[in-house]
């Protein structure tokens, strides 16, 4: 065994030759091979990859297309729905003025009418009152012209007594009476 690995170690070691057997050495069986397996792989990446991913670029764009739409779509909306609100808003605004001036104006026809049902009341008390003043002056003038007549009758009497009789002495105060006013 030692021999043979002193025949792979004794082995010569080819030379390489600087006349052009590199690395970089044009060999145009490896140009035409390195063309195909490139041919190949742009194939298989073109069916395999290439139409996926656009496909799938395409459906990106598809949808970034729509929903910028639809985005477009709800800032109209949006704007749109502004509008009504104010519109809205504005018509609310018109109906709560109206109402309450409807709602004043139902309250001043309200006062008026209490007030005048409160003068027509006063009037009424008024009148009542000035009435019963009224009989009650009258009442008192009354008394007061028999009050004065039985005076008068009783200073004739002190000043004439005895000459006067019942009858005179009553006929005398209704005459009296009579004349007498106090108005």
């Not at 073109?46 to 996926?52: I, N, R």
């Not at 609310?92 to 309450?100: C, G, I, N, T, Y």
Request: charged share 30%; glycine share 4%.
């Amino acid at each position: 065994m030692a021999t043979e690995t002193q025949s792979v170690t004794e082995q010569p070691i080819p030379e390489q030759h600087s006349s052009g057997g590199g690395v970089l050495e044009f060999n145009g069986q490896m140009v035409l091979l390195t063309w195909v397996a490139f041919s190949i792989a742009a194939l298989l990446l073109a069916k395999l990859l290439w139409k996926p991913i656009l496909n799938f670029v395409e459906a990106r764009e598809t949808e970034i297309k729509d929903a910028l739409d639809d985005a477009q779509k709800a800032r109209q909306s949006a704007a749109e729905a502004d509008v009504a609100a104010e519109k809205t808003i504005e018509q609310a605004k018109f109906e709560a003025r109206k109402l309450a001036d409807e709602q004043a104006a139902a309250a001043r026809q309200l006062i008026a009418k209490m007030e005048e049902d409160a003068r027509e009341a006063i009037a009424q008390r008024k009148k009542a009152a000035e009435a019963q003043l009224q009989t009650e002056r009258e009442d008192a003038l009354r008394r007061l012209n028999e009050s004065a007549g039985a005076e008068i009758a009783g200073a004739l009497e002190r000043m004439l007594p005895g000459m006067l009789t019942d009858k005179q002495r009553q006929d005398y105060q209704e005459k009296i009476a009579a004349d007498i006013r106090f108005n």
